[in-house]
Protein backbone atom coordinates (compact mmCIF):
# COMPACT_ATOMS: atom_id res chain seq x y z
CA UNK A 1 0.00 0.00 0.00
CA UNK A 2 1.63 3.38 -1.02
CA UNK A 3 1.31 6.24 1.78
CA UNK A 4 -0.90 8.39 1.95
CA UNK A 5 1.39 11.24 2.32
CA UNK A 6 1.84 12.87 -1.49
CA UNK A 7 5.04 14.34 -2.99
CA UNK A 8 6.02 17.75 -1.43
CA UNK A 9 7.34 20.22 -5.02
CA UNK A 10 9.67 23.29 -3.89
CA UNK A 11 8.44 25.96 -6.69
CA UNK A 12 11.15 27.20 -8.53
CA UNK A 13 13.59 29.44 -7.25
CA UNK A 14 15.43 32.07 -9.74
CA UNK A 15 19.08 32.01 -8.83
CA UNK A 16 20.62 35.00 -9.39
CA UNK A 17 24.47 34.96 -10.30
CA UNK A 18 27.36 36.44 -8.29
CA UNK A 19 29.69 38.07 -10.71
CA UNK A 20 33.54 38.51 -9.59
CA UNK A 21 33.74 42.39 -9.92
CA UNK A 22 37.28 43.87 -10.59
CA UNK A 23 39.24 45.05 -7.40
CA UNK A 24 37.02 43.36 -5.35
CA UNK A 25 38.11 40.41 -2.83
CA UNK A 26 35.79 38.29 -1.28
CA UNK A 27 36.62 36.31 2.21
CA UNK A 28 35.84 32.77 2.44
CA UNK A 29 32.79 32.71 4.76
CA UNK A 30 31.65 35.06 2.88
CA UNK A 31 32.27 33.07 -0.60
CA UNK A 32 30.52 29.45 1.03
CA UNK A 33 28.00 31.62 1.20
CA UNK A 34 27.68 32.43 -1.70
CA UNK A 35 28.17 29.42 -3.06
CA UNK A 36 25.71 28.08 -0.58
CA UNK A 37 22.92 29.66 -2.20
CA UNK A 38 23.48 29.11 -5.98
CA UNK A 39 24.10 25.68 -5.27
CA UNK A 40 20.70 25.99 -2.93
CA UNK A 41 18.87 27.99 -5.98
CA UNK A 42 19.89 25.45 -8.66
CA UNK A 43 18.85 22.43 -6.50
CA UNK A 44 15.68 24.56 -6.09
CA UNK A 45 14.91 25.13 -9.77
CA UNK A 46 15.55 21.45 -10.45
CA UNK A 47 13.76 20.22 -7.75
CA UNK A 48 10.60 21.90 -9.23
CA UNK A 49 11.05 20.48 -12.68
CA UNK A 50 11.02 16.67 -10.97
CA UNK A 51 14.73 16.07 -11.58
CA UNK A 52 15.04 14.68 -7.94
CA UNK A 53 18.27 13.31 -8.15
CA UNK A 54 20.14 15.96 -9.94
CA UNK A 55 18.49 18.51 -6.94
CA UNK A 56 19.89 16.65 -4.38
CA UNK A 57 23.11 16.61 -5.80
CA UNK A 58 22.90 20.57 -5.63
CA UNK A 59 21.15 20.58 -2.54
CA UNK A 60 24.06 18.74 -0.52
CA UNK A 61 26.24 21.09 -1.98
CA UNK A 62 24.19 23.62 -0.30
CA UNK A 63 24.29 22.24 3.23
CA UNK A 64 27.53 21.38 3.11
CA UNK A 65 28.46 24.60 2.45
CA UNK A 66 26.41 26.44 5.30
CA UNK A 67 25.39 23.09 7.37
CA UNK A 68 23.37 25.70 9.68
CA UNK A 69 21.04 27.14 7.44
CA UNK A 70 17.68 25.12 8.32
CA UNK A 71 16.31 26.42 4.89
CA UNK A 72 18.63 24.44 2.99
CA UNK A 73 17.89 21.33 5.28
CA UNK A 74 14.24 21.68 5.12
CA UNK A 75 14.21 21.63 1.11
CA UNK A 76 16.61 18.80 0.73
CA UNK A 77 14.78 17.02 3.40
CA UNK A 78 11.55 17.37 0.78
CA UNK A 79 13.83 16.19 -2.17
CA UNK A 80 14.83 13.29 -0.06
CA UNK A 81 11.66 12.31 1.29
CA UNK A 82 10.16 12.77 -2.81
CA UNK A 83 12.75 10.11 -4.04
CA UNK A 84 11.84 7.65 -0.89
CA UNK A 85 8.48 7.70 -2.13
CA UNK A 86 9.11 7.69 -6.17
CA UNK A 87 11.57 4.39 -5.25
CA UNK A 88 8.66 3.09 -3.28
CA UNK A 89 6.46 3.05 -6.06
CA UNK A 90 9.03 1.77 -8.07
CA UNK A 91 9.46 -1.06 -5.67
CA UNK A 92 12.62 -0.01 -4.75
CA UNK A 93 12.59 -0.80 -0.80
CA UNK A 94 15.78 -0.90 0.55
CA UNK A 95 17.30 2.77 -1.57
CA UNK A 96 13.51 4.14 -0.38
CA UNK A 97 13.78 3.87 2.79
CA UNK A 98 17.77 5.29 2.50
CA UNK A 99 16.32 8.34 1.30
CA UNK A 100 13.34 8.41 3.85
CA UNK A 101 15.31 7.90 6.65
CA UNK A 102 17.76 10.77 5.13
CA UNK A 103 15.04 13.30 5.02
CA UNK A 104 14.10 12.04 8.98
CA UNK A 105 17.56 13.11 9.63
CA UNK A 106 17.37 16.43 8.23
CA UNK A 107 13.88 17.60 9.21
CA UNK A 108 13.02 15.53 12.88
CA UNK A 109 10.20 17.29 13.80
CA UNK A 110 8.58 16.99 10.39
CA UNK A 111 5.62 14.65 11.39
CA UNK A 112 4.40 14.17 7.33
CA UNK A 113 8.18 12.75 6.61
CA UNK A 114 8.66 10.87 9.55
CA UNK A 115 4.69 9.05 9.14
CA UNK A 116 6.27 8.07 5.37
CA UNK A 117 9.61 6.31 6.77
CA UNK A 118 7.61 4.42 9.66
CA UNK A 119 5.09 3.65 7.42
CA UNK A 120 7.28 2.29 4.25
CA UNK A 121 9.45 0.62 7.09
CA UNK A 122 6.76 -1.61 8.52
CA UNK A 123 6.10 -2.94 4.91
CA UNK A 124 9.61 -3.54 4.05
CA UNK A 125 9.80 -5.90 6.94
CA UNK A 126 6.39 -7.71 6.40
CA UNK A 127 7.77 -7.72 2.76
CA UNK A 128 8.48 -11.38 0.93
CA UNK A 129 11.93 -12.51 0.71
CA UNK A 130 14.25 -11.45 -1.65
CA UNK A 131 12.68 -7.71 -2.09
CA UNK A 132 14.65 -6.34 0.33
CA UNK A 133 17.60 -7.86 2.91
CA UNK A 134 17.01 -9.10 6.30
CA UNK A 135 19.56 -6.48 7.59
CA UNK A 136 18.11 -3.24 5.88
CA UNK A 137 14.69 -4.72 7.72
CA UNK A 138 16.45 -4.27 10.89
CA UNK A 139 17.87 -1.53 10.34
CA UNK A 140 14.81 -0.01 9.22
CA UNK A 141 12.63 -0.75 11.99
CA UNK A 142 15.46 0.11 14.74
CA UNK A 143 15.02 3.69 13.51
CA UNK A 144 11.60 2.84 13.69
CA UNK A 145 11.83 2.33 17.10
CA UNK A 146 13.86 5.58 18.01
CA UNK A 147 11.56 7.55 16.22
CA UNK A 148 8.62 5.89 17.86
CA UNK A 149 9.62 4.56 21.13
CA UNK A 150 5.87 3.78 22.17
CA UNK A 151 6.08 1.76 18.63
CA UNK A 152 4.94 -1.99 20.15
CA UNK A 153 4.36 -3.18 16.79
CA UNK A 154 7.70 -1.71 15.46
CA UNK A 155 9.29 -3.51 18.40
CA UNK A 156 7.58 -6.71 18.09
CA UNK A 157 8.80 -6.83 14.30
CA UNK A 158 12.01 -5.83 15.26
CA UNK A 159 12.62 -8.34 17.77
CA UNK A 160 11.11 -11.67 15.20
CA UNK A 161 13.59 -10.26 12.62
CA UNK A 162 16.63 -9.78 15.10
CA UNK A 163 15.70 -13.16 16.68
CA UNK A 164 16.38 -15.08 13.75
CA UNK A 165 19.27 -13.27 12.54
CA UNK A 166 20.50 -14.30 15.53
CA UNK A 167 19.40 -17.98 15.27
CA UNK A 168 20.92 -18.07 11.53
CA UNK A 169 24.33 -16.72 12.77
CA UNK A 170 24.59 -19.45 16.26
CA UNK A 171 23.77 -22.00 13.21
CA UNK A 172 27.19 -20.50 11.40
CA UNK A 173 29.35 -20.39 14.17
CA UNK A 174 29.33 -17.06 15.06
CA UNK A 175 27.83 -17.71 18.89
CA UNK A 176 29.49 -14.00 20.08
CA UNK A 177 26.91 -12.61 17.40
CA UNK A 178 24.23 -15.24 18.06
CA UNK A 179 23.95 -13.55 21.71
CA UNK A 180 24.58 -9.90 20.96
CA UNK A 181 21.51 -10.44 18.48
CA UNK A 182 19.44 -12.43 20.80
CA UNK A 183 19.89 -9.76 23.71
CA UNK A 184 18.56 -7.07 21.50
CA UNK A 185 16.10 -9.11 20.39
CA UNK A 186 15.16 -10.24 24.02
CA UNK A 187 15.40 -6.02 25.28
CA UNK A 188 12.91 -5.50 22.53
CA UNK A 189 10.53 -8.19 23.39
CA UNK A 190 11.05 -9.06 27.13
CA UNK A 191 8.36 -11.42 27.48
CA UNK A 192 8.78 -13.80 23.97
CA UNK A 193 9.11 -17.07 25.16
CA UNK A 194 11.00 -18.00 22.02
CA UNK A 195 13.23 -15.43 21.95
CA UNK A 196 13.95 -16.56 25.70
CA UNK A 197 14.84 -20.00 25.00
CA UNK A 198 16.76 -18.90 21.64
CA UNK A 199 18.96 -16.80 23.83
CA UNK A 200 19.43 -19.30 26.69
CA UNK A 201 20.68 -21.44 23.89
CA UNK A 202 23.17 -18.86 22.56
CA UNK A 203 24.40 -18.21 26.29
CA UNK A 204 25.24 -21.96 26.26
CA UNK A 205 26.97 -22.43 23.20
CA UNK A 206 29.35 -19.39 23.56
CA UNK A 207 29.59 -20.64 27.36
CA UNK A 208 30.78 -23.78 25.76
CA UNK A 209 33.21 -22.36 23.30
CA UNK A 210 34.41 -20.21 26.08
CA UNK A 211 35.20 -23.04 28.01
CA UNK A 212 37.51 -24.48 25.51
CA UNK A 213 39.27 -22.17 25.43
CA UNK A 214 40.13 -22.20 29.11
CA UNK A 215 38.22 -18.49 30.03
CA UNK A 216 36.46 -20.29 32.86
CA UNK A 217 34.96 -17.63 34.27
CA UNK A 218 33.31 -16.25 31.06
CA UNK A 219 31.79 -19.83 30.63
CA UNK A 220 30.19 -19.47 34.13
CA UNK A 221 29.00 -16.42 33.88
CA UNK A 222 27.12 -17.27 30.29
CA UNK A 223 25.95 -20.56 32.23
CA UNK A 224 24.44 -18.49 35.28
CA UNK A 225 22.53 -16.50 32.71
CA UNK A 226 21.24 -19.31 30.22
CA UNK A 227 20.15 -21.05 33.59
CA UNK A 228 18.00 -17.80 34.54
CA UNK A 229 16.51 -18.09 31.34
CA UNK A 230 15.67 -21.75 31.39
CA UNK A 231 15.57 -23.09 35.07
CA UNK A 232 14.92 -26.96 34.36
CA UNK A 233 17.13 -27.38 31.55
CA UNK A 234 18.82 -30.40 32.13
CA UNK A 235 22.19 -29.80 29.99
CA UNK A 236 22.78 -26.01 30.64
CA UNK A 237 22.40 -27.27 34.61
CA UNK A 238 25.04 -30.60 34.18
CA UNK A 239 27.63 -27.77 31.84
CA UNK A 240 27.06 -24.98 34.55
CA UNK A 241 28.10 -27.41 37.44
CA UNK A 242 30.85 -29.10 35.97
CA UNK A 243 32.30 -25.26 34.70
CA UNK A 244 31.45 -24.20 38.46
CA UNK A 245 33.76 -27.29 39.96
CA UNK A 246 36.31 -26.67 36.99
CA UNK A 247 36.91 -23.03 37.99
CA UNK A 248 37.15 -24.15 41.92
CA UNK A 249 40.02 -26.18 40.67
CA UNK A 250 42.01 -23.00 38.96
CA UNK A 251 41.10 -21.05 42.12
CA UNK A 252 42.23 -23.66 44.57
CA UNK A 253 45.75 -23.78 42.32
CA UNK A 254 45.86 -19.79 42.71
CA UNK A 255 45.39 -20.50 46.44
CA UNK A 256 42.32 -18.93 46.79
CA UNK A 257 40.90 -21.62 48.83
CA UNK A 258 37.77 -19.91 49.92
CA UNK A 259 36.65 -18.83 46.70
CA UNK A 260 36.96 -22.14 45.47
CA UNK A 261 34.81 -23.67 48.43
CA UNK A 262 32.21 -21.15 47.61
CA UNK A 263 32.28 -22.56 43.94
CA UNK A 264 32.17 -26.33 44.97
CA UNK A 265 28.97 -25.76 46.96
CA UNK A 266 27.62 -24.33 44.44
CA UNK A 267 28.31 -27.06 41.70
CA UNK A 268 26.81 -29.45 44.59
CA UNK A 269 23.77 -27.33 45.11
CA UNK A 270 23.17 -28.14 41.41
CA UNK A 271 24.45 -31.82 40.85
CA UNK A 272 23.99 -33.20 44.33
CA UNK A 273 25.28 -36.54 44.01
CA UNK A 274 28.47 -35.98 41.58
CA UNK A 275 30.61 -38.09 43.25
CA UNK A 276 34.23 -35.73 42.00
CA UNK A 277 32.31 -32.82 43.05
CA UNK A 278 31.66 -34.34 46.10
CA UNK A 279 35.79 -35.26 46.77
CA UNK A 280 36.87 -32.24 45.60
CA UNK A 281 34.78 -30.45 47.93
CA UNK A 282 36.12 -32.31 50.93
CA UNK A 283 39.31 -32.53 50.15
CA UNK A 284 39.05 -28.27 49.69
CA UNK A 285 37.47 -28.02 53.31
CA UNK A 286 39.90 -30.60 54.91
CA UNK A 287 43.38 -28.42 53.47
CA UNK A 288 41.81 -25.07 54.55
CA UNK A 289 41.17 -26.77 57.91
CA UNK A 290 45.00 -27.44 58.31
CA UNK A 291 46.71 -24.60 56.30
CA UNK A 292 48.49 -22.63 58.88
CA UNK A 293 48.29 -19.68 56.15
CA UNK A 294 44.54 -19.53 57.89
CA UNK A 295 43.57 -17.86 60.73
CA UNK A 296 40.61 -19.47 61.45
CA UNK A 297 39.81 -20.04 64.90
CA UNK A 298 40.25 -23.79 66.42
CA UNK A 299 36.20 -24.56 66.46
CA UNK A 300 35.89 -23.18 62.46
CA UNK A 301 39.09 -25.49 61.51
CA UNK A 302 37.05 -28.36 63.31
CA UNK A 303 33.79 -27.12 61.35
CA UNK A 304 34.96 -27.43 58.21
CA UNK A 305 36.56 -31.28 58.76
CA UNK A 306 33.33 -32.51 59.88
CA UNK A 307 31.92 -31.13 56.87
CA UNK A 308 34.81 -32.62 54.85
CA UNK A 309 33.61 -35.96 56.91
CA UNK A 310 29.94 -36.25 55.52
CA UNK A 311 30.90 -35.96 52.25
CA UNK A 312 33.50 -38.20 52.39
CA UNK A 313 33.04 -39.90 55.33
CA UNK A 314 36.15 -42.80 54.61
CA UNK A 315 39.00 -40.37 54.36
CA UNK A 316 41.63 -41.84 56.94
CA UNK A 317 43.63 -38.66 56.38
CA UNK A 318 40.64 -36.20 57.35
CA UNK A 319 39.58 -38.47 60.36
CA UNK A 320 43.20 -38.07 61.81
CA UNK A 321 43.39 -34.18 61.31
CA UNK A 322 40.05 -33.74 63.03
CA UNK A 323 41.12 -36.12 65.81
CA UNK A 324 44.10 -33.76 66.63
CA UNK A 325 42.20 -30.93 66.62
CA UNK A 326 39.34 -32.37 68.85
CA UNK A 327 42.32 -33.74 71.02
CA UNK A 328 44.22 -30.65 70.97
CA UNK A 329 41.24 -28.24 71.91
CA UNK A 330 40.38 -31.51 74.99
CA UNK A 331 43.57 -30.70 76.76
CA UNK A 332 43.11 -27.17 76.24
CA UNK A 333 39.52 -27.21 77.91
CA UNK A 334 41.00 -29.87 80.35
CA UNK A 335 43.63 -27.15 81.44
CA UNK A 336 41.23 -24.51 82.61
CA UNK A 337 39.30 -26.51 84.74
CA UNK A 338 36.35 -27.70 81.61
CA UNK A 339 36.83 -31.42 82.22
CA UNK A 340 33.30 -31.80 80.92
CA UNK A 341 33.75 -29.63 77.92
CA UNK A 342 36.88 -31.77 77.55
CA UNK A 343 35.22 -35.51 78.43
CA UNK A 344 32.49 -34.01 75.17
CA UNK A 345 35.42 -33.32 72.23
CA UNK A 346 37.30 -36.74 73.46
CA UNK A 347 33.63 -38.51 72.95
CA UNK A 348 33.50 -36.74 69.75
CA UNK A 349 36.86 -37.73 68.49
CA UNK A 350 36.63 -41.67 69.49
CA UNK A 351 32.93 -41.86 67.52
CA UNK A 352 35.26 -40.33 64.57
CA UNK A 353 38.05 -42.87 64.29
CA UNK A 354 37.32 -45.16 67.17
CA UNK A 355 40.96 -46.70 66.42
CA UNK A 356 42.94 -43.52 67.02
CA UNK A 357 45.38 -44.29 69.81
CA UNK A 358 46.17 -40.68 70.54
CA UNK A 359 41.97 -40.41 71.06
CA UNK A 360 42.15 -43.81 72.82
CA UNK A 361 44.87 -42.91 75.47
CA UNK A 362 43.02 -39.58 76.18
CA UNK A 363 39.42 -40.59 76.31
CA UNK A 364 40.60 -43.02 78.80
CA UNK A 365 42.63 -40.81 81.41
CA UNK A 366 39.42 -38.53 81.28
CA UNK A 367 37.45 -40.87 81.91
CA UNK A 368 39.93 -42.48 85.02
CA UNK A 369 40.38 -39.37 86.48
CA UNK A 370 36.59 -38.54 87.01
CA UNK A 371 36.19 -41.90 88.24
CA UNK A 372 38.62 -41.47 90.57
CA UNK A 373 37.23 -38.00 91.28
CA UNK A 374 33.88 -39.36 91.47
CA UNK A 375 35.30 -42.36 93.95
CA UNK A 376 36.44 -39.83 96.63
CA UNK A 377 33.01 -38.31 96.75
CA UNK A 378 31.66 -41.41 98.01
CA UNK A 379 29.90 -42.08 94.28
CA UNK A 380 30.79 -45.10 93.90
CA UNK A 381 28.72 -46.89 91.84
CA UNK A 382 29.40 -43.51 89.21
CA UNK A 383 33.31 -44.46 89.67
CA UNK A 384 32.59 -47.66 88.94
CA UNK A 385 30.57 -46.96 85.51
CA UNK A 386 33.35 -44.39 84.65
CA UNK A 387 36.33 -46.52 85.38
CA UNK A 388 34.61 -49.29 83.15
CA UNK A 389 34.33 -46.45 80.30
CA UNK A 390 37.71 -45.76 80.69
CA UNK A 391 38.41 -49.90 80.38
CA UNK A 392 36.65 -50.43 77.68
CA UNK A 393 38.26 -47.22 75.56
CA UNK A 394 41.32 -48.33 76.72
CA UNK A 395 41.80 -52.25 77.83
CA UNK A 396 45.46 -52.65 77.81
CA UNK A 397 45.71 -50.23 80.60
CA UNK A 398 47.43 -52.22 83.74
CA UNK A 399 46.75 -48.75 86.07
CA UNK A 400 42.60 -48.66 84.64
CA UNK A 401 42.16 -52.36 85.48
CA UNK A 402 43.76 -52.38 88.81
CA UNK A 403 42.04 -48.81 90.08
CA UNK A 404 38.59 -50.93 88.69
CA UNK A 405 39.71 -53.80 90.65
CA UNK A 406 40.03 -51.67 93.68
CA UNK A 407 36.65 -49.36 92.80
CA UNK A 408 34.76 -53.17 92.89
CA UNK A 409 36.54 -54.20 96.03
CA UNK A 410 35.35 -50.78 97.87
CA UNK A 411 31.90 -50.54 97.01
CA UNK A 412 31.37 -54.48 97.66
CA UNK A 413 32.67 -53.88 101.17
CA UNK A 414 30.63 -51.34 101.94
CA UNK A 415 27.38 -53.04 100.57
CA UNK A 416 28.64 -56.04 102.82
CA UNK A 417 28.38 -53.71 105.63
CA UNK A 418 24.76 -52.99 104.51
CA UNK A 419 24.26 -56.97 104.35
CA UNK A 420 24.06 -57.24 100.39
CA UNK A 421 26.21 -60.03 100.86
CA UNK A 422 24.98 -61.37 97.17
CA UNK A 423 26.45 -58.25 95.49
CA UNK A 424 28.96 -58.43 97.37
CA UNK A 425 29.92 -61.16 96.22
CA UNK A 426 29.61 -60.50 92.59
CA UNK A 427 31.37 -57.16 92.75
CA UNK A 428 34.38 -58.94 94.29
CA UNK A 429 34.15 -61.68 91.84
CA UNK A 430 34.95 -58.93 89.09
CA UNK A 431 37.33 -57.75 91.03
CA UNK A 432 39.47 -61.06 91.00
CA UNK A 433 38.62 -61.23 87.54
CA UNK A 434 40.64 -57.93 86.66
CA UNK A 435 43.36 -59.20 89.19
CA UNK A 436 43.78 -62.56 90.10
CA UNK A 437 46.81 -61.89 92.17
CA UNK A 438 45.23 -58.88 94.53
CA UNK A 439 45.39 -61.39 98.26
CA UNK A 440 43.09 -58.43 99.63
CA UNK A 441 40.38 -58.98 97.04
CA UNK A 442 41.00 -62.91 97.28
CA UNK A 443 40.57 -62.73 100.54
CA UNK A 444 36.91 -60.33 100.55
CA UNK A 445 36.15 -62.84 97.94
CA UNK A 446 36.50 -65.77 100.05
CA UNK A 447 34.66 -64.26 102.95
CA UNK A 448 31.87 -62.81 101.02
CA UNK A 449 30.90 -66.25 99.45
CA UNK A 450 30.67 -67.98 103.01
CA UNK A 451 28.61 -64.83 104.29
CA UNK A 452 26.73 -65.58 101.12
CA UNK A 453 26.32 -69.33 101.58
CA UNK A 454 25.48 -68.57 105.55
CA UNK A 455 22.68 -66.24 104.51
CA UNK A 456 21.14 -69.06 102.26
CA UNK A 457 21.57 -71.57 104.28
CA UNK A 458 19.28 -69.46 107.20
CA UNK A 459 16.90 -68.65 104.34
CA UNK A 460 16.28 -72.45 103.60
CA UNK A 461 16.10 -73.48 107.10
CA UNK A 462 13.12 -70.50 107.86
CA UNK A 463 11.34 -71.87 104.38
CA UNK A 464 11.27 -75.59 105.45
CA UNK A 465 10.06 -74.63 108.93
CA UNK A 466 7.36 -72.74 107.67
CA UNK A 467 6.13 -75.23 105.65
CA UNK A 468 6.51 -77.86 108.36
CA UNK A 469 3.80 -75.43 110.25
CA UNK A 470 1.71 -75.01 107.53
CA UNK A 471 1.53 -79.02 106.67
Not at 210 to 223: C, F, I, M, R
Not at 439 to 456: G, H, M
Amino acid sequence: MIPQHTTRVIAALFAAIALSLPGITWGDERFDQIQAENAFFHGSHLLSRDSIPESIESLEKAVQLDPQNTKYRGVLAVAYNNLGLKLYRETNLKDSLAALSRAVDLAPEDKDMKANFVQIALQAASAPPGKIEVDDRIEALKKVSQLEPENTAAKKILATLVNNSGVVKGKSGSHQQEVDQLERASSLDPTNPKIKKNLAVAYYNLALEKGQKGAHQEEVDLLKSALKLSPKDPPIIESLARALSNLAVFKGKEGDVTAQIALLKESLDLLPNDAVTKSNLAAAYNNYAVSESSSLKPADRIALLESSLRLDAGNQSTKSNLCNLLVEKAVSEAKLGFSGKALELLEKAIKVDPNDKTVQSNLAAVYHNEGLRLGEMGKHDEEIRMLQKAMHVLPSSAEIKNDLALAYNDYAVILGKKGDHKQEAVLLTKAAKLVPTNKVIQDNLAKAKQKTSATDDKKESASQKKKEKQG
